[in-house]
């Protein structure tokens, strides 16, 4: 199964709304990304988190990870139009296969 | 200097026909990971090259399915005797680091369609 799983799976909001993502994933971490996916096809790195960090921020993201919890979440405040996209987040293992492991994301939808 | 580059964009093929998808990742990049993602859908790992190292198989769905990585750059991706459930978009990342320790650089992917 996969590693990351995100909820919601689908999320429409209007311009101007804040927009929140959450990503729950089950075995120890090296860091958590986002990605963010426009029109089905490749993908573009939002922002990286590592285990020991509990909050970062980008423009207007804001990534949390609670690592007692096995969660992250996305916050994109004051939403455009241009957000609309499928965002994923995907896990770095901190042991065993080395690889990233994507979710099934979030289809976010932008409402003018 | 560009980004990842694959190619095909798109592929158009018959059913029993073998088919390779090309990846050229950033210069200097030691992983390189193979995904695929049908439509409306998350991406399923297929196969992970970090260096020299024996690559990570472990996602590939069946034996009709091989990568190989030449001189730890170019990678190609190569289906033997397609079937229309190998229709999908397969999408090539490069990273500057190892197991995810990076942040990885996609490409624009190649769409598959089996017919």
């Known amino acids: 199964s996969q590693q990351g799983e995100e909820d919601p799976q689908a999320l429409s909001i209007q311009e101007g709304e804040n927009a929140t993502m959450n990503c729950s994933y089950k075995t120890s971490i090296n860091n958590l990304q986002w990605y963010r996916q426009n029109s089905g096809r490749g993908l573009v790195h939002l922002i990286l988190?590592?285990?020991?960090?509990r909050e970062k921020h980008s423009g207007r993201l804001r990534v949390t990870l609670d690592t007692s919890k096995k969660s992250s979440s996305l916050l994109i405040t004051a939403s455009r139009a241009a957000d609309t996209a499928s965002y994923f987040c995907?896990?770095?293992?901190?042991?065993?296969?080395?690889?990233?492991?994507f979710g099934q994301g979030t289809r976010l939808t932008i409402n003018p | 200097g560009a980004g990842v580059s694959q190619s095909p964009s798109n592929k158009v093929t018959e059913k029993g026909k073998d088919v390779e998808l090309r990846c050229d990742p950033i210069?200097?990049?030691?992983?390189l990971y193979w995904y695929r993602q049908s439509l409306g859908q998350g991406l399923e790992f297929l196969i992970y090259f970090q260096g020299n190292s024996a690559p990570d198989k472990s996602g590939l769905p069946s034996d009709r399915f091989s990568a190989e990585r030449t001189g730890g750059s170019v990678s190609t991706l190569t289906i033997q005797r397609t079937q229309q459930e190998d229709s999908a978009v397969y999408l090539c990342?490069?990273?500057?680091?190892?197991?995810?320790?990076?942040?990885?650089?996609f490409g624009q992917g190649t769409r598959l369609t089996v017919v």
């Open positions: 990342a490069s990273s500057p680091g190892p197991g995810g320790r990076a942040e990885a650089f």
């Open positions: 995907a896990t770095a293992p901190l042991r065993g296969a080395q690889k990233l492991v």
């Open positions: 988190i590592r285990s020991n960090e």
């Open positions: 210069s200097g990049h030691t992983a």
